[in-house]
Nanobody, 128 residues
Framework: QVQLVESGGGLVQAGDSLRLSCAAS????????LGWFRQAPGKEREFVAA????????YYADSVKGRFTISRDNAKNTVYLQMNSLKPEDTAVYYC?????????????????????WGQGTQVTVSS
């Protein structure tokens, strides 16, 4: 069982940066594949990024590639999402998720149904 709690959201201006954190409980955190998703009002949940258990496998949505960086610290049971050059269209509730599977290929982790655990979300608002 894994419980996830996101933090770090807020209101920023276009071009600013934010770092989201997701703290997880559970002794097997290091074995989970972790992902970030986002959902804007009136839109479906959208994949952002995913990272494998050893952090050597990472996959990004095209919309954030080059601007966002996902990372994890297994010693702290935490996954991060560094978001740079934020745009108004990045405005959404951001969720972290955990999956107890080994993704093959990594692009499979763009599918929300592959995750068994979700956090409650943190709001990110980017003003123009």
């Amino acid at each position: 069982q894994v419980q996830l709690v996101e933090s770090g959201g807020g209101l920023v201006q276009a071009g600013d940066s934010l770092r989201l954190s997701c703290a997880a409980s559970g002794r097997t955190f290091s074995t989970y594949t972790l992902g970030w998703f986002r959902q804007a009002p009136g839109k479906e949940r959208e994949f952002v990024a995913a990272i494998g258990w050893s952090a050597d496998r990472i996959y990004y949505a095209d919309s954030v590639k080059g601007r966002f960086t996902i990372s994890r610290d297994n010693a702290k049971n935490t996954v991060y999402l560094q978001m740079n050059s934020l745009k108004p269209e990045d405005t959404a509730v951001y969720y972290c998720a955990a999956a107890s599977i080994i993704p093959r290929p990594m692009s499979n982790m763009a599918e929300p149904q592959r995750y068994g655990y979700w956090g409650q979300g943190t709001q990110v608002t980017v003003s123009s």
